[in-house]
């Protein structure tokens, strides 16, 4: 059974780094082709693609927040992390990660995680 | 960025009634490896989005069978014969094909 769950600090100041981390079982990160993404969703409004990161260490980042983003793996604990600096209002957001399959589908997703960014 | 755009923005339908939505592409999903990553999400309220429908047409295990997808190209469309009150929710176009991936900007499904 697929599942994943992300988690993250829930509340942050402007100016500061978001770190998040999705925490998944029933697949390997190491498989060949296997990927995970981060996908944000402001409250009322529609999907957002961030990164995603490949079995390879292979990374893809989303041009528009490209400067700003770092996404990671640690395949041993089965965990893919993603880290946004320099946040401010616009970030907040949910934040979900999903596992990426061999057609690229986003077969599987976690639940989300809400975060604000307030001062 | 390729832009996907959904028609229409909301739907209203009866149970029972079958809709399609459309989803166009501003370039092609054609590629070069002869795959089209075009695919089709469900967001219910208060939850998680989930996979319907992969590589335009591919139906994701335990999804009803009254969910189908087509196109090809640039024009992609989601049809649901015959609506039940689970369907209710918005529905998402995904492209993998170019980076970065994108999405569609939703079509809300109500009960009229």
């Known amino acids: 059974q697929v599942t994943l769950k992300e988690s993250g600090p829930g509340i942050l100041q402007p100016s500061q780094t978001l770190s998040l981390t999705c925490t998944f079982s029933?697949?390997?990160?190491?498989?060949?082709?296997?990927?995970v993404g981060w996908i944000r969703q402001p409250s009322g409004k529609g999907l957002e693609w961030l990164a995603n990161?490949?079995?390879?260490?292979?990374?893809y980042y989303n041009p528009s927040l490209k400067n700003r983003l770092t996404i990671s793996k640690d395949t041993s604990n089965n965990q893919a992390f993603l880290k946004i600096t320099n946040v401010d209002t616009a970030d907040t957001a949910t934040y979900y990660c999903?596992?990426?399959?061999?057609?690229?589908?986003?077969?599987?997703w976690g639940q989300g995680v809400m975060v604000t960014v307030s001062s | 960025d390729v832009v996907l755009t959904q028609t229409p923005p909301t739907l209203s339908a009866t149970i029972g009634q079958s809709v399609s939505i459309s989803c166009r592409s501003s370039?092609?999903?054609?590629?070069?490896?002869?795959?089209?990553?075009l695919h089709w999400l469900l967001q219910r309220p208060g939850q998680s989005p989930q996979l319907l429908i992969y590589?335009?047409?591919r139906l994701e295990s335990g999804v009803p069978n009254r969910f189908s997808g087509s196109g090809s190209g640039t024009d992609f469309t989601l049809k649901i014969s015959g609506v039940e009150a689970e369907d209710l929710g918005v529905y998402y176009c995904v492209q993998g094909t170019h980076a970065p991936r994108t999405f569609g900007g939703g079509t809300k499904l109500e009960l009229k």
């Open positions: 029933g697949f390997s990160l190491s498989t060949y082709g296997m990927g």
């Open positions: 590589s335009v047409s």
């Open positions: 999903a596992r990426i399959e061999g057609l690229g589908a986003l077969d599987y």
């Open positions: 990161i490949w079995w390879d260490d292979d990374k």
């Open positions: 370039q092609s999903l054609l590629h070069s490896n002869g795959n089209t990553y």
